[in-house]
């Protein structure tokens, strides 16, 4: 009713003018002003996401524990079911993983590895990400045995993803530390000290999102107090723990609200559709999926 009020007064004027005065053109910037005001729609203030975490497996064939060369060019447009993907041990085969994907925002694979492999974290994105900062793990152990965690430049990447204008939280990826030895353990342990203390110290009172390949067993009696740890120093929660999904894994999407953002998890699900023709999963990781709602605070 605005846009044709406002329409109609400004036909009057520029066509008649007031009374016998003749037209006022100045007055067309103040009422085109007014028209695109009364047109303006407000920044949304609540709406979902759909998140895929997914550890590709994508060291070279016949070292990968699935068979990249022919499952990466199926994995990619299956990608596009989804706002936000996070994937790990993207190593050898990201232009495959990126081809068939449309999301508009995306990271650049890491360029320049201190080590034989890159930390293998990408992501893909349908909202506009922030600058993507990649940290090292400062522990690992392993480089021909116990996983060879120290072939390969893992640890985590972090950015901004902008939900609507003037809102944004932090998503993490990262890849923790594999193998059960006691130097296993203490270097996975490690990570998630080192992953908490960056929190801590960066993402202030702003609602997270941390997904990735954790390495954790739930409730094992050695990865169990890593992972309480984890929740205690960042006040960050399971999602599936948080909706009793029932189904622990070691892939998780852990979240937190915070002052500017509610995030809330509304459904978490292994994602069953990344099979081949034989069914077949495409990886030697199951995916997970997860949906959260987000709303500005009242």
């Not at 060019?73 to 706002?83: A, C, E, H």
Request: charged residues 20%.
């Amino acid at each position: 009713m605005a846009r044709v009020i406002l329409a109609d007064t400004y036909r009057k004027v520029v066509t008649t003018g007031y009374g016998n005065q003749p037209p006022r053109t100045p007055l067309l910037p103040i009422l085109l002003a007014l028209l695109l005001h009364a047109c303006t729609e407000p920044p949304p203030s609540e709406g979902t996401f759909l998140s895929l975490s997914y550890n590709v497996a994508g060291l070279p064939e016949g070292i990968s524990g699935s068979h990249p060369e022919r499952n990466t060019p199926i994995i990619s447009p299956l990608l596009n079911g989804y706002d936000l993907v996070l994937v790990q041990e993207d190593f050898v085969y990201h232009e495959a993983l990126a081809a068939g994907a449309t999301h508009p925002y995306r990271s650049e694979p890491m360029t320049d590895p201190e080590r034989f492999f890159s930390d293998g974290l990408n992501r893909f994105s349908v909202f506009p990400l922030g600058p993507l900062t990649r940290v090292r793990w400062d522990a690992c152990h392993g480089t021909v045995e116990n996983a060879s965690d120290c072939l390969a430049d893992k640890g985590f990447s972090v950015s901004e993803v902008t939900l609507a204008e003037d809102l944004s939280l932090l998503v993490y990826n990262h890849h923790a530390e594999a193998g059960g030895s006691e130097e296993d353990v203490a270097a996975r342990a490690d990570n998630f000290t080192q992953l908490g203390t960056h929190i801590v110290e960066n993402a202030g009172d702003r609602a997270v999102l941390v997904t990735g390949d954790t390495n954790l067993h739930g409730f094992d009696v050695d990865d169990e107090p890593i992972l309480s740890e984890l929740f205690t120093t960042t006040d960050l929660a399971d999602a599936c723990r948080t909706i009793g999904c029932g189904d622990d894994r070691i892939d998780r999407f852990l979240f937190r609200s915070g002052s500017d953002l509610v995030l809330t998890p509304t459904e978490w699900a292994v994602a069953g559709e990344f099979v081949d023709e034989a069914d077949r999963p495409l990886s030697d990781h199951v995916p997970i999926r997860a949906r959260f709602s987000w709303a500005r605070p009242e």
